[in-house]
Each structure stands twice: as C-alpha cells, then as structure tokens.
C-alpha cells in the first residue's frame, strides 16, 4: 500500500511542477523504441519553450504549448540492439534518457494472471537460470489508482538476467522470449496489470452509460463508499496484522503453515475494482508511447454471473476501441480465452460464468478486426485459479502475434468453431484453424462433446473426426439440433487439437437461454 500511495505522490507532484523540464517515466532508462513507425516523445517545460529531441541521428524540434506540453515524433527506425541515448533539451535544462534500444514493443495487461510474477510460475529455477536476455526489457509499473485520467505514472524499466527475471510477468515474458528468439530483435514489455481487478476498472468511465448492469455495478460501488469508515478499516486491518504476526512467529518452525498477510481493504473509490480507476492510473498516462500491440489475461474477475459474461463480449470491444482511440493506431490485441478450473465437469454441459466468459472471447476475436485468442482449456488446475504453466500462454500468445502481426506462416492457434450442418440423426462440424490437420489429444475418442434436439436437454455424444470436420451423435437424439464442446468450469480430458498441438476453443452451436441452475 506504501507503494501505490508513494507512486500516486510521484503523479501528483510531477503533475503539479511543469515549469521544469520532465519526460514521462515511461520514457527512461533501458527503454525499447518501436522500430518502424514514428515514434512519439513528450513531456513538459516551461510554456512556450523550444524543444528539442536528438536519437539516432534524429533531431526533432518542437514548442511548448501554454499548458508546458510538448510531443515530437521521431521518424521509423531500423530494430537496433546498439544502446544509445536519447536526449531531450528546453532552454538550459536537458534529460538523458540511456542504454535505449530499438525493437518490438508490446503492453502487457489485465488481473492476476498477467501480473502473476515469474517467481511464482512453475519451473521458476530453472527459467532463471537461463534468463540471460539482455535485448528483452520490461517497464514495471507502479499499481495506483485515479478517478481522473492521469498525465503520468510511476515505474521503470529493468533489463532481462536471472537477477531481475523474478519479478517479471511470467506471461509476459515466455510471450517476448518467443518473439525474441523468433524476430531476433529486441523486445519491450510494458506490464500494467493488477490483480482481482474486473474489466470496469480498465474501460473509461464513458462506457458505463451504454449499459445497465454497468451502471448498477457503479451505483453498488458508490454506495457502498458512502458507508465506508476509513479509520475503522484501519484499526481491524492493524489487529489483524498482529495476530498474523503472532501466527507468524508460532510457525518459524514449519513456514509452509504460515498464513498469508492480511489485506487492507481500499475505499471504494480508491479500489483497483472501482470504474475506470486502472484505466485512469495505469492505462490513458502510458499513451502515446509507441507500441506494436497489446496481449491482455483477464476475466477471473468477471465470471459471477452469466449475464456479466456476456456483456464481456462488448466490453472488450469498447476496451480495444478507446485503447486504439488513445494511442491513435490500429494496435493488434491478443487475449486469453480462461482456462479450466474448479470441479471437473460431471454433466454433458454446465452453464456457467466460466463458460459464457469463453464464448465472449470466441465472439469477440471473430468478429473484431486485428485480434486474436490463445486457448487455454487444456493447462488449468482445478483448485488453482492461478495455473503454474504460464510457459505454454505465452508462447501461444506469440503465435497469435507471430502468424497475424508479423505475418509468419503457420496456423496461429486450434481449431475455431465455423459452421454446423445436420446430416440424419448426424450434425457435422466444421472448423477454422485447423492447421495440418485435426487430431484427438492422447488419442481417441473425443471427449466432453454434448449434443441436444428440440427439448434442449443435451446428452453425452459420440464425436469422431471426418477429415477436417468432427461428425456428432447420441442414440439417445435421433433429430440432433445443437452441438456443445467442453462447455463446463472444467471440461477435463477435452481433448480436440489440430496437429500443431493447439486445442480447440470450447464452443457451442446454438443461441439457447441457460439452463436453470440446480438449487444451492
């Protein structure tokens, strides 16, 4: 908390003095330039100052508006691994930015996930060891808050070996060592994500009017705000420091049975899950700086009920959009569909948050331009919402990237639903995606298939793959109408891959009402 409150101080201040010459945090040591495009770099001076930007052979000059806001853009450059320095001058005051490198640039976002350390992935040990990268770098910013949109943020820029690697995004950083080794260039990695936070927080407040659900989950978060008691929250949380200290001390002797620190809970309008508050704090003050695209793991936060799932779908919609509105590019976006949790599935199909979520991130990569989807239905832990294997997420993230931005051959993820067509007591399915071919994971048959008629009570099914098309049935539905794959919070053992090795996102074929929900 000292932390948030410190970097939230740093804006303030930064904010409050534009009279002295002053570059965004983001643009600092260590930093990696977007090659190939014009390159924006901005700050503030003295109103109506002449300014000046040299890098690389570029000299770009430009004034001071009244406000003491400047921005120039350098022209596109070659991917150079030669670190240089890039300087900034107004009047008598100068900045030097060092040890800057030019290459492929991408924002790392969302909850938990995405911000789930290196440290605490699976294998840890021995991916330090050989996390000697020193062309891959990563921008850490600070976690803080705004009801406003901010000028700046607060964070730095650290360069890849094993003795910074621990802190990295683990998803982040599988995803830019794969391009890495792949584009032989060097790799930028901004991580603004945050823990717990639902897609509200990352969307601008504009949005909310558009919907009701939206609103609702605002005026919840206003009103419980005005009852929230500041003091009190302090004095329980500093009790319970001491008993964690005292529970603590009693298990110096096994430190695995230690508890976990207890955490303060925020004003609702200083919380990471209030409306637009990541956006403003973590999001608007990164902009303009110059990015190939965005690779985004969120949605834990957003699976309590089936109609918040579905209104995912045009809320990452309208994230992208604004994003791409603010950085006034078409940025690419890459987004991980959730992978499989909780209890394993039990029952042909599950309506559940988790599944819903799935289906907006189908939709949403299908129907929105220059987006993309890693499937992750195969990685996930039941009881751990927080998988170890972020390894297989972020090379499968760059596969996206690899194939859609960089335009490499190959297929960029597992089979896509596309079409259905009822052949007698028969559907058949048919997909994208489908690479070198289909294939049945650990071998046949496929698994977690559901198939229903007219009464919509679905049925374990029968599915076998008939050249690129899986043909589905049940004796028990002679006039089958709809077709469901791994429909659950957990549809363990689902098991459709193309032959490169990606799996098949969960999909169904029909547009029914969720089925009613057993009685808790």
């Keep these: 908390m000292k932390r948030i409150v410190f970097g939230a101080m740093l804006v303030f201040l930064a904010a409050s003095v534009p009279a002295e010459l002053r570059i965004p945090a983001v643009l600092s040591d260590g930093m990696v330039l977007q090659r190939g495009q014009s390159v924006a770099v901005w700050g503030w001076a003295e109103p109506a100052a002449e300014v000046s930007v040299a890098f690389g052979g570029q000299v770009v000059a430009a004034t001071a508006d009244a406000e003491g806001k400047f921005m120039v853009r350098l022209s596109g450059m070659d991917a150079s691994a030669t670190p240089r320095s890039l300087t900034v001058k107004a009047g008598t005051e100068s900045a030097e930015v060092k040890n800057v490198l030019v290459g492929e640039v991408w924002l790392c976002s969302g909850q938990s996930n995405m911000s789930l350390r290196m440290e605490q992935s699976g294998n840890f ?39 910074t690697i621990a802190k990295f995004s ?10 890495q080794q792949e584009l032989d260039v060097p790799i930028g990695l901004i991580r603004s994500a945050w823990g717990g936070s639902p897609i509200q927080a990352w969307v601008p407040i504009a949005t909310y009017g558009k919907y009701p659900l939206m609103a ?35 298990a110096k002797a096994n430190p695995a049975t230690a508890p976990k620190p207890p955490r ?13 508050n990541c956006y403003n704090g973590m ?39 604004q994003w791409r509105k603010d950085w006034k590019a078409e940025l690419p976006f890459y987004a991980v569909q959730l992978v499989n949790y909780m209890a394993p599935q039990a029952t042909p199909v599950e309506d559940t948050g988790w599944a819903f979520i799935r289906e907006s991130v189908l939709a949403f990569q299908k129907e929105v331009p220059d987006t993309g989807m890693a499937v992750g239905i195969d990685i996930g832990e039941a009881d751990q919402i927080h998988p170890l294997n972020k390894q297989d997420i972020g090379l499968r993230l760059a596969q996206q990237a690899l194939v859609k931005t960089y335009g490499r051959d190959g297929v960029a993820g597992g089979p896509i639903y596309q079409s259905m067509k009822r052949e007698g ?22 698994k977690t298939f559901a198939i229903a008629g007219a009464d919509k009570r679905f049925v374990w099914a029968q599915a076998a793959m008939v050249g690129d098309t899986v043909v589905v049935s049940a004796a028990e539905v002679p006039d089958p109408l709809a077709v469901r794959y791994a429909w659950a919070d957990n549809p363990a053992g689902c098991n459709l891959f193309n032959k490169e090795g990606f799996p098949a996102s969960p999909f169904r074929t029909d547009n029914w009402d969720p089925l009613p929900q057993p009685s808790p």
């Design 125 to 163: 040990e021995q991916e330090k060891a050989a996390a000697n990268h020193p062309l891959i770098r990563m921008f850490l910013t600070d976690m803080v808050t705004s009801r406003e949109p901010q000028a700046d943020c607060s964070g730095a820029w650290q360069v890849c070996s094993p003795e």
């Design 170 to 179: 683990a998803v982040g950083y599988f995803f830019g060592r794969k391009l």
């Design 216 to 250: 609702d989950y605002k005026a919840q978060q206003d009103a419980a705000a005005e009852t929230f008691d500041e003091a009190a929250e302090a004095a329980r949380h500093a009790r319970a420091v001491e008993i964690w200290n005292a529970k603590v001390a009693e």
């Design 264 to 276: 303060k809970i925020a004003h609702p309008h200083k919380s990471h899950k209030y409306p637009a």
């Design 283 to 321: 999001i608007h003050p990164l902009a303009p700086y110059t990015l190939r695209g965005v690779i985004w793991y969120q949605g834990e936060a957003n699976t309590g009920t089936i109609e918040e799932a579905k209104l995912y779908r045009h809320l990452l919609e309208d994230l992208v959009l």
């Design 425 to 446: 007591n028969k559907i058949v399915v048919t997909f994208s995606d489908v690479g070198s071919g289909l294939m049945a994971k650990g071998g046949e048959p496929l």
